[in-house]
C-alpha cells in the first residue's frame, strides 16, 4: 500500500509533459466567450431595469410636482410681487399696517367704537347753511389736526407697542374730538336761535 513518494512524482511530471488534446484550446475560448456574454448581458440588463424603474420614479416625481402646483390651494402674493408674480418694484418703503386701541384689548376696542360712533353720529346731526359754514369749517379744521395726530399716535403704538401713555393719549384725542363736537352742536344751537330770535333795538 505504501508507495514511494519518487515514483508518484515521476508519473506525474510525465502526465504534465505530455500535450494536451488537439482543439481542446479552441473549445476552452469557444466555452469562455459564450459564458461571457451571457454574464454581460446580465450586468447590463440589470443596468437597464435599474434606469427603467429611476425614469419611472422621475416621472413620478414630476407628475405629482405638476398636480400640486396645478390643483393646489393659490396662495397670497408674496410681497413686492404682483398677482402673477411678478417682482414690482416698491414706490415707497412699505409700512407695516397700523394699529388701534382694538388691537390692544377688547375693552379699548368697545371704548374706542363708542367714541367713533358719537363722534360720527354728531357729524351726521349737524345740519350746515351758508350762515354757519364758516363756523363748521373752522370746527373741521380743529377736527382734522386731531385725526392726523391720532393717526401719529396710532404709528406710535404700531412701532413702540401699547403702553400706558399712548393708550391715554388715543382716548383723549377721541373724548376731545367728541367733546368739540358738543360744543359745535351748542354754538351753532345758540346762531340758529338768535337768527330765529333777533333781539329788537
Same mark, same amino acid.
Given at each position: +500500500? $505504501?508507495?514511494?513518494?519518487?515514483?508518484?512524482?515521476?508519473?506525474?511530471?510525465?502526465?504534465?509533459?505530455?500535450? +494536451?488534446?488537439?482543439?481542446?484550446?479552441? =473549445?476552452?475560448?469557444?466555452?469562455?466567450?459564450?459564458?461571457?456574454?451571457?454574464?454581460?448581458?446580465?450586468?447590463?440588463?440589470?443596468?437597464?431595469?435599474?434606469?427603467?424603474?429611476?425614469?419611472?420614479?422621475?416621472?413620478?416625481?414630476?407628475?405629482?410636482?405638476? $398636480?400640486?402646483?396645478?390643483?393646489?390651494?393659490?396662495?397670497?402674493?408674496?410681497?413686492?410681487?404682483?398677482?402673477?408674480?411678478?417682482?414690482?418694484?416698491?414706490? &415707497?418703503?412699505?409700512?407695516?399696517? +397700523?394699529?388701534?386701541?382694538?388691537?390692544?384689548?377688547?375693552?379699548?376696542?368697545?371704548?374706542?367704537?363708542?367714541?367713533?360712533?358719537?363722534?360720527?353720529?354728531?357729524?351726521?346731526?349737524?345740519?350746515?347753511?351758508?350762515?354757519?359754514?364758516?363756523?363748521?369749517?373752522?370746527?373741521?379744521? =380743529?377736527?382734522?389736526?386731531?385725526?392726523?395726530?391720532?393717526?401719529?399716535?396710532?404709528?406710535?403704538?404700531? &412701532?413702540?407697542?401699547?403702553? &400706558? =401713555?399712548?393708550?391715554?393719549?388715543?382716548?383723549?384725542?377721541?373724548?376731545?374730538?367728541?367733546?368739540?363736537?358738543?360744543?359745535?352742536?351748542?354754538?351753532?344751537?345758540?346762531?340758529?336761535?338768535?337768527? +330765529?330770535?333777533?333781539?329788537?333795538?
Amino acid at each position: +500500500m $505504501a508507495q514511494d513518494i519518487r515514483k508518484l512524482f515521476e508519473d506525474d511530471q510525465k502526465l504534465s509533459k505530455e500535450r +494536451m488534446p488537439q482543439g481542446h484550446e479552441a =473549445r476552452f475560448l469557444k466555452r469562455l466567450d459564450e459564458a461571457l456574454p451571457e454574464a454581460e448581458d446580465n450586468t447590463s440588463g440589470f443596468r437597464f431595469n435599474f434606469m427603467k424603474i429611476a425614469a419611472s420614479m422621475v416621472i413620478f416625481l414630476g407628475l405629482a410636482y405638476g $398636480a400640486v402646483t396645478f390643483f393646489g390651494d393659490e396662495k397670497p402674493p408674496v410681497k413686492g410681487t404682483n398677482p402673477d408674480g411678478i417682482v414690482t418694484k416698491p414706490s &415707497e418703503k412699505e409700512e407695516p399696517e +397700523m394699529k388701534s386701541l382694538r388691537d390692544v384689548s377688547p375693552d379699548l376696542k368697545k371704548i374706542e367704537d363708542y367714541y367713533l360712533a358719537n363722534i360720527n353720529f354728531e357729524l351726521s346731526k349737524i345740519k350746515l347753511t351758508p350762515e354757519n359754514k364758516e363756523l363748521f369749517d373752522s370746527y373741521v379744521e =380743529r377736527l382734522d389736526e386731531l385725526n392726523e395726530e391720532y393717526q401719529l399716535l396710532s404709528k406710535e403704538l404700531t &412701532e413702540d407697542g401699547p403702553n &400706558e =401713555r399712548t393708550v391715554d393719549a388715543l382716548i383723549n384725542n377721541l373724548k376731545l374730538r367728541l367733546n368739540l363736537l358738543y360744543r359745535l352742536k351748542e354754538q351753532l344751537k345758540s346762531l340758529n336761535d338768535s337768527e +330765529m330770535n333777533p333781539v329788537s333795538s
